[in-house]
């Protein structure tokens, strides 16, 4: 059983900062590459970064120099720090492996005015 919950979305300037953490438990980690997803207000679930579990990472274009994957393996936790945030990053954002099970937490908002 997979068990995935996201925090630490909220309200931000553009251009300023957050830093979203997605604890997981169950049948994920390890040796799992692992992302970050992001659904905008009408448009579908898009991967935007990743990480394998030897910390090689990559990133969408759209967030690309701005956001940066980690993972404490240590804690099963899996983090997005993301900076220069414009409004057109606003959405829910979301944490399953990759490719994704069908397992889902329930995401965290973001919301971006400028």
């Known amino acids: 059983q997979v068990q995935l919950v996201e925090s630490g979305g909220g309200l931000v300037q553009a251009g300023g900062s957050l830093r979203l953490s997605c604890a997981a438990s169950?049948?994920?980690?390890?040796?799992?590459?692992m992302g970050w997803f992001r659904q905008a207000p009408g448009k579908q679930r898009e991967i935007i970064a990743r990480?394998?579990?030897?910390?090689?990472?990559n990133y969408a274009d759209s967030v690309e120099g701005r956001f940066a994957i980690s993972r404490d393996d240590s804690r099963n936790t899996l983090y997005l720090q993301m900076d220069s945030l414009k409004p057109e990053d606003a959405g829910v954002y979301y944490c399953?492996?990759?490719?994704?099970?069908?397992?889902w937490g329930l995401g965290t908002q973001v919301a971006v005015f400028s």
């Open positions: 169950g049948s994920v980690f390890g040796t799992d590459t």
């Open positions: 399953n492996k990759w490719p994704p099970v069908a397992t």
């Open positions: 990480i394998t579990h030897r910390y090689l990472a």
